[in-house]
């Protein structure tokens, strides 16, 4: 008798002008895992194309119900659309320029599969960070399916 286990999880590298400033885990929410097993049905639903930061004021831990951030401040389209698939990974990258999610500090993010709302595949928390209006930041988020 053959016994597998599949398991999805993510790891988040935040990049605040060029300097790696955070590595994080997230939790695949159960929108995430619903979506990924329907992408190995007959109709699979629509990739996962953007990325969101939010600024809550009260940092709530990720939960497996979570459909959307806290409080959603920027959303920005990831590239390539869908992210890049190698091995057992896909790597999505997404640029919140200078001008875009600025003050408050920024606290979450999401990957999703609309501009705006769309189903939410995974979500992470973590410490405060101050984004200044010159400042950019980029957030390269890989998922792993093991």
């Known amino acids: 008798m053959f016994s597998e286990t599949l398991k999805v999880t993510g790891d988040v590298f935040i990049y605040k002008d060029g300097v790696l400033i955070r590595e994080i885990k997230n939790l695949v929410v159960a929108t995430g ?3 990924i097993a329907g992408r190995l049905g007959t109709s699979p639903p629509s990739q996962m194309t953007h990325m969101a930061i939010g600024a809550p ?6 939960l497996p119900s979570d459909v959307a951030l806290t409080t959603e401040i ?3 389209a990831v590239s390539p659309a869908g992210g890049t698939s190698l091995n057992n990974t896909v790597t999505y990258v997404a640029t ?3 001008g875009v999610g600025t003050n408050p500090a920024i606290a979450e993010a999401g990957i999703f599969s609309a501009s705006s709302s769309g189903t939410m595949l995974c979500r992470t928390t973590f410490a405060s960070i101050n984004k200044a209006v010159g400042e950019s930041v980029v957030i390269v988020w890989v998922i792993t399916i093991s």
Do not use: D, E, G, I
């Not at 004021?57 to 990720?62: D, G, M």
């Open 57 to 62: 004021s009260t940092v709530l831990a990720p």
């Open 33 to 35: 895992k619903n979506f």
């Open 74 to 76: 920027a959303r920005v």
């Open 96 to 98: 919140f320029p200078a």
